[in-house]
């Protein structure tokens, strides 16, 4: 699966460039090699039948300036049908370039998007808690798009005219050299410019995108908490904020397309300085019968020739900065350090009947190097048995059962189901095994039978409507107008907090793992809607190992055991009973209602 990238995680990613980013973007095209070879081809072909063109109407001009009675029309009618010829099969090339061109981007973007999907998978999970989803989406979305139309349009006329210009700076010279230096003189000095604007318009193109990251996770987070926001009358102040978002982006994005303005008409200087010249130089020449007619409107044609790519570039140098600057920071993301390999020795099976024994040995753990959440933490639990973690609020109740799920990795000890060593089985086969109810529930746009049948897509609908009946879902679900083809949403769900919780439960059923866990799980229904969902979980819960995290202590008075937690440590463990007896801290809990 991941791939263990620990040896990045403090080298620096070196800066993508037009020339590196070819290399990269090739990984991600399918037979790169063939394709690229044959879009550089069809390049070279285009340029190769634009740039005769001018050579063949110097012959026809110098057929025309001589005695007009000794013109052989036989050979005029042959180099127009030529030229004629060279245009058509020009244009034939650049179709079939935008072609290829548009079918690069589209393999490419479709294979990058898919290694980011990969990559999520790959991601631990101390990475999502360290990055604004918004971000993320953004990088995976918006800077997507923005690479797929560099790629589509930008990258094929910049290379297009680099070759354009190469090819016709080499016709030039062997055509007539002097006339060809004036071309070797001024066009550097464009290039140079075109390179110091490109370097500084480079940073605030890579601002822009950073600010459109930090704008969509503004969005996402103002909306799925407007009921908040409207609550505090915070509106108005949000409006702000987001302002002055909007205003950074529009000046970052005002700044950079205004110095690569420059280009245009520093391009338009420059080629009508060429005109100057080679016209007066080519008259020079001509009076002393150096150049011919022909050659010196060749001259001029090609002149007017590198004009093109050349504002081609300058048009193009907006979305070619701005690509790049949206390949780096995709780049980025899918250079993050993944999950370490796994040693996978051994493996659970559900068909166990004793499955669920769990000792937690010596266990460490901090979510920072330097910063130790859990320093020991050592119990037993049998299988079948119901332990309840409690304790105030940061003590380390999810972090215990997120370790247990392998959401995260300890720094020292061992975690045993089984006798398992957790790290020496694969974290599909744990997760398989365990079964986890939020108190969040999380419904995804489909069928309500999709939604039940989320983990076991091969469940019969027989499955479904059992596990619903045993769950109590069954009760409401009936009684909706298409049952359990019903489509619900999270946005837009016709179901209460209380049956979508109910629905989780069930998804949860039909997988039928030996171990579960229950994280707050009835905390945000009432206590009517409570006694339900406590009753589906009662008997999910039967015969099976389970851990529950709750803040109305009344509900695991009778469980097998509880844990108290402060700081990441157990500080007290055993039945209710002993518990109270002991006075200690779940007593004071417990006896004052304290609710973390």
Known sequence: MGKNNKSNRNVSRPK????????????????????????????????????????????????YSGDADSINMNSVIILISVLAICYVMGSLMKYINLNLSNSIGACAVK?????????????????????????????????????????????????SAIVTVVTMIVIIFVVKWQLALVFIVLMPVFYLIVMIIASKTRKRFKAQRRLVGQINSYINETCENHTIVETFDYS?????????????????????????????????????????????????LMSYGMLDLGGLSAFIFYIGMIEAPNRALSFNLVSLQNGLSALERIVEFLDEEELDIEEVEATLSKENAKCGDIDFEHVQFGYLPDKQLMRDVNFHVDSGMKVAVVGPSGAGK??????????????????????????????????????????????????????????????TRDEVIKVAKDTG?????????????????????????????????????????????????????DTQTESLIMEAIEALMKG???????????????????????NGDILESGTHDELMKQNGRYATMFRAGFDD
């Open 16 to 63: 993508v460039t037009f020339s590196n980013a070819t290399k990269i973007l090739s990984r991600y095209i399918d037979n790169s090699t063939f394709v690229i070879t044959r879009f550089v081809i069809t390049i070279i072909l285009e340029t190769a039948f634009v740039l005769a063109a001018p050579l063949i109407i110097r012959n026809i001009t110098n057929l």
């Open 544 to 566: 099976k190992t389970s851990f529950i995290i709750a803040h109305r202590l009344y509900t695991i008075q009778n469980s097998d055991m509880i844990l108290y937690m402060e």
């Open 473 to 525: 879902c069954a009760s409401f679900i009936e009684k909706l107008p298409e049952g359990y083809d019903t489509i619900i949403s999270a946005e837009e769900s016709i179901l209460s907090e209380g049956q979508m919780q109910l629905l989780s439960i069930a998804r949860v059923a039909l997988n039928n793992p030996p171990i579960m866990i229950l994280d707050e799980a009835t905390s945000q229904v």
């Open 398 to 459: 999810t972090t215990l059962v997120n370790l247990l799920m392998r959401f995260y990795e300890i720094d020292a000890g061992s975690i045993n189901i089984d006798g398992q060593n957790t790290k020496l089985l694969s974290r599909d086969n744990v997760r398989d095994n365990i079964g986890m109810v939020l108190q969040d529930s999380w419904i995804f746009k489909g069928s309500i039978a999709d939604n039940i049948s989320y983990g076991r897509p091969d469940a």
């Open 111 to 159: 294979n990058m998007r898919k290694a980011c999907r990969e990559k999520i998978d790959n991601l631990p999970l101390r990475y999502f808690d360290s990055h604004a989803i918004g971000d993320i989406l953004s990088r995976v979305t918006a800077d997507m798009s923005i690479v797929f139309d560099a790629l589509q349009s930008t990258v094929m006329v910049v290379i």
């Open 236 to 284: 108005n102040r949000a409006e702000e904020e987001f302002f002055e978002l909007n205003k950074e982006f529009k000046k970052k994005y005002i700044s950079g397309s205004f110095q690569s303005g420059f280009i245009i008409p520093v391009n338009t200087l420059i080629v009508n300085i060429i005109y100057i010249v080679v016209c007066v130089l080519g008259a020079i």
